[in-house]
């Protein structure tokens, strides 16, 4: 079956204490996404990556680190959360988004959700 | 930058009736992508609709269609006959050009009611 998984679904931690959320999908798409969802706010992009070795900020990366050591594979770290990091995460992945820099908008399929809070 | 508007937060239907969501964006991009996403309880993000806008016919999805105006930067979603399984939240979302992000707005909470 086609899909993103996140884990954990839910966690709750300390300040201060790291954490990783992994997120790993099976339809050996180029594009992984993070974003937070915050009521009010809607989705917001924390990271993105086009390809393995490739990643770029999106609207929020303070206090967030990503890597794409595999295309499968696209962990979200918090190195020293923070009671404002408390919040819904959601990894997502799609096609190529972009082909030597055009914009494919291809649609994005999300994983679960991560329900985090930072104490 | 992008920026995605969702003017209501709320909104609610009786259900077998249809709803009509707003959607306003901004951007100096010639050629985006716009879609809906929906959120029911579960919390998982699936896709409703989505839009390029290069094509002028409005796209749709058997009870969803949306009503699309470039010029106006506006995307609404209309829901046709209602059922209770539609209530849910649903964010529309824009992507563009050369940049490769994605944008949502606020949401809107719908509720159909029996």
């Known amino acids: 079956e086609a899909q993103v998984t996140q884990n954990p679904r839910y966690l709750i931690t300390v300040t201060g204490k790291k954490l990783t959320v992994t997120c790993s999908q099976n339809m050996n798409h180029e594009y992984m996404s993070w974003y937070r969802q915050d009521p009010g706010l809607g989705l917001r992009q924390i990271y993105y990556?086009?390809?393995?070795?490739?990643?770029d900020k999106g609207d929020v990366p303070e206090g967030y680190k990503v890597s794409r050591k595999e295309k499968r594979n696209f962990p979200l770290i918090l190195e020293s959360p923070s009671p404002n990091q408390t919040s819904l995460y959601f990894c997502?992945?799609?096609?190529?988004?972009?082909?030597?820099?055009?914009?494919?908008?291809?649609?994005?399929?999300f994983g679960p959700g991560t329900r985090l809070t930072v104490l | 930058a992008q920026t995605v508007t969702q003017s209501q937060p709320e909104m609610s239907v009786q259900e077998a009736e249809t709803v009509t969501l707003s959607c306003t964006y901004d951007t100096s991009e010639s050629n985006y992508y716009l879609f809906w996403y929906k959120q029911p309880p579960s919390r998982q993000m699936i896709l409703v609709i989505r839009?390029?806008?290069?094509?002028?016919q409005n796209a749709t999805e058997n009870r969803f269609s949306v009503n699309f105006q470039k010029a106006a930067k506006s995307f609404s979603l209309k829901i046709s006959d209602s059922q209770l399984g539609d209530t849910a939240m649903y964010f529309c979302?824009?992507?563009?050009?050369?940049?490769?992000?994605?944008?949502f707005g606020a949401g809107t909470r719908l509720t159909v009611k029996p």
């Open positions: 990556s086009m390809n393995v070795e490739v990643t």
């Open positions: 839009q390029e806008a290069y094509k002028q």
């Open positions: 979302a824009f992507t563009g050009g050369n940049n490769n992000d994605m944008r």
């Open positions: 997502a992945s799609s096609l190529l988004m972009g082909l030597a820099g055009g914009n494919k908008g291809d649609t994005q399929y």
